[in-house]
T-cell receptor, first 112, second 113 residues
Framework: DAMVIQNPRYQVTQFGKPVTLSCSQTLNHNVMYWYQQKSSQAPKLLFHYYDKDFNNEADTPDNFQSRRPNTSFCFLDIRSPGLGDAAMYLC???????????FGQGTRLTVV | AQSVTQLDSQVPVFEEAPVELRCNYS??????LFWYVQYPNQGLQLLLKYLSGSTLVKGINGFEAEFNKSQTSFHLRKPSVHISDTAEYFC???????????FGIGTKLQVIP
């Protein structure tokens, strides 16, 4: 089945140690998103790629970066994780002309 | 800018009883509206969507929602809930095309046996 896959499902990282979360999709969608969801809060958009064009939200900290080497893969890099970055990170995809977004299962990040 | 308000943070309901989860939105343009469900430690799954046409939208798992433009609402309903419906439900809006989706804060539905 076509889907959005996030790896790993659970990630523990040390305070200040760079970490990378990955997302892959078999839907051939041209738009990919990264959301941050803290406990009991709404998912918050960090940035998205429209094809190869990177679109950063104005309030996304510089600590968060992203790479999209090809259509299928997208990475979220946290350069120096702080305790406040502990959250569920959700990857989603969509396609121009299709309104809905398709989500992966998420990566739960713990910072120790 | 678009925004979504979910009026109830938690809704307890007995099994087989009906439920309504409320959602209001604001936007300066025409919108697409969605309801997503999230089970613990899982991603978001689309329940239903309103794009245009009939204001009553039917989704998966027996859920439905009604778009009311004059009241800027998109309330989610189910006539008879099941224990397996216990989850968090997010109302969301986008302003068309592929555009980014804005989520409400979520409503936790707790179905009581």
């Amino acid at each position: 089945d076509a889907m959005v896959i996030q790896n790993p499902r659970y990630q523990v990282t040390q305070f200040g140690k760079p970490v990378t979360l990955s997302c892959s999709q078999t839907l051939n969608h041209n738009v990919m998103y990264w959301y941050q969801q803290k406990s009991s809060q709404a998912p918050k958009l960090l940035f998205h790629y429209y094809d190869k064009d990177f679109n950063n939200e104005a309030d996304t900290p510089d600590n968060f970066q992203s790479r999209r080497p090809n259509t299928s893969f997208c990475f979220l890099d946290i350069r120096s994780p702080g305790l406040g970055d502990a959250a569920m990170y959700l990857c989603a995809t969509s396609k121009t002309g299709v309104a809905e977004a398709f989500f992966g299962q998420g990566t739960r990040l713990t910072v120790v | 800018a678009q925004s979504v308000t979910q009026l109830d943070s938690q809704v307890p309901v007995f099994e087989e009883a009906p439920v309504e989860l409320r959602c209001n939105y604001s936007s300066s343009v025409s919108v697409y509206l969605f309801w997503y469900v999230q089970y613990p430690n899982q991603g978001l799954q689309l329940l239903l969507k309103y794009l245009s046409g009939s204001t009553l939208v039917k989704g998966i798992n027996g859920f439905e929602a009604e778009f009311n433009k004059s009241q800027t609402s998109f309330h989610l309903r189910k006539p008879s809930v099941h224990i397996s419906d216990t989850a968090e439900y997010f109302c969301a809006v986008s302003e068309g095309g592929y555009q980014k989706v804005t989520f409400g804060i979520g409503t936790k539905l707790q179905v009581i046996p």
